[in-house]
């Protein structure tokens, strides 16, 4: 199959989106529908995020063929996030897609959601290929990768506890700022003063070396923590309302310090300038600044779109494409699961 027309769709937690790609560069149809219906629970309830799913999916996919001007009979191949995510949401993608592959009587295939951010920018920029180093940092996961080739990643470290992603969104919700949280913090710290309510970086310690296994994991927990300590503390004394924003910029400070240094490191350590963010929190700017800033002259940072960054199903398409090509096929009896481990992890 040279070039093949390949529908992906992605349901892997709150957004439902499909995309047409033809071969591993031209997308000729992308949709995302987004749900605004959770910012007022500061988090995404999987039961009305699967119901609405359910309610979206046909039209979304139709609206990315008419984008692409495709009948689905021209469609070579089908690709579905597979896993991780929320089963519930899983499984609209999943059903919908195996029963198209079943009806038309095409292949398709399941892709792990991780691996699908780590192809995300290769879709913008066709410089963003291996070997580099992957940051991946979603409302679900946190991945430091070194990947050597696609299919081959080497896990350098991740996060001990909450998500990066889960970070922000859960100081948010202390803060009053409603759900999704990393863009309402990452807009109030540019109004803030990081060094009012200083929180320190966690699990970045002098003397730390390579062979110690917090080298390069992450951990946010006792960070979101000192925030709600402080919040208490502010509350108590009444002066909650004007803080927001010095303890939005400290802690994102702290949690961006930490996702940098243990970045730099995996640069320091591999040789390797090239860095590719993936997930939504690769939307954070000022991220993307840090890791400019601190790079080496000759280094290299790719960073996706917020459109490519956050869930969206060009970047399944884009997986699948590779996985497709490798000969590799999922079977009608492949299962949504909530905790698939990511594939081609090398030691
Ligand atoms: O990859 P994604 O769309 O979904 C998952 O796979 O989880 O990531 C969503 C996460 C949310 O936690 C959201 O708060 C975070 O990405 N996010 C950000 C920013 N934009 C989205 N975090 C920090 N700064 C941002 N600008
Ligand atoms: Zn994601």
Redesign the pocket.
Same mark, same amino acid.
């Given at each position: 199959m040279s070039d093949p027309l390949i529908l992906a769709v992605e349901t892997? +937690?709150d957004?439902t989106s499909a995309a047409l790609l033809r071969g591993d560069r031209h997308l000729l149809g992308h949709v995302i529908a987004t749900q605004d219906m959770h910012a007022g629970f500061g988090g995404v309830v999987p039961e009305v995020a699967s119901r609405a799913q359910l309610r979206v999916i046909d039209a979304v996919v139709e609206q990315a063929l008419a984008q692409a001007a495709v009948p689905i009979g021209q469609v070579d191949a089908f690709a579905v996030t597979a896993g991780p995510g929320l089963i519930g949401s899983l499984l609209v993608g999943l059903n919908w897609v195996k029963a198209a592959a079943y009806a038309l009587d095409r292949p398709f295939i399941g892709i792990h =959601?991780m691996e699908a =951010?780590l192809f995300g920018t290769a879709l913008e920029d066709e410089r963003a290929q291996p070997p580099f180093v992957a940051l991946l940092?979603?409302?679900? =996961?946190t991945l430091l990768l070194f990947v050597d080739a696609w299919g081959r990643y080497r896990l350098l470290g991740q996060t001990r506890d909450d998500?990066?992603?889960?970070a922000?969104?859960k100081v948010?919700k202390l803060l009053g700022l409603g759900y999704?949280?990393?863009?309402a913090?990452?807009r109030l710290a540019h109004a803030g003063d990081p060094t009012r309510h200083p929180f320190s970086v966690p699990m970045v310690r002098p003397g730390q070396q390579e062979e110690h296994d917090d080298y390069y994991d992450m951990s946010f927990s006792g960070l979101k923590t000192a925030v709600l300590m402080r919040v208490r503390e502010l509350k108590a004394g009444g002066g909650l309302a004007d803080e927001v924003p010095h303890l939005s910029a400290a802690f994102q400070h702290a949690a961006l310090e930490q996702l940098s240094e243990k970045t730099l490191r995996a640069v320091r350590s591999s040789g390797c300038r090239r860095v590719v963010l993936g997930?939504?929190?690769a +939307?954070?700017?000022t991220?993307a600044e840090r890791l400019r800033r601190r790079l080496p002259p000759d280094g290299e940072l790719f960073v996706p779109s917020?459109r490519l960054?956050?869930?969206n199903a060009a970047m399944v398409a884009r997986a699948a494409c590779f996985r497709l090509a490798r000969g590799e096929r999922s079977g009608l009896d492949l299962n949504a699961q909530a905790d698939l481990p990511m594939p081609g992890i090398i030691d």
């Open positions: 892997s +937690c957004d =959601h =951010h940092v979603s409302g679900g =996961h998500a990066a992603g889960e922000f969104d948010a999704p949280g990393g863009p913090i990452e997930g939504g929190v +939307c954070n700017r991220l917020p960054a956050t869930d």
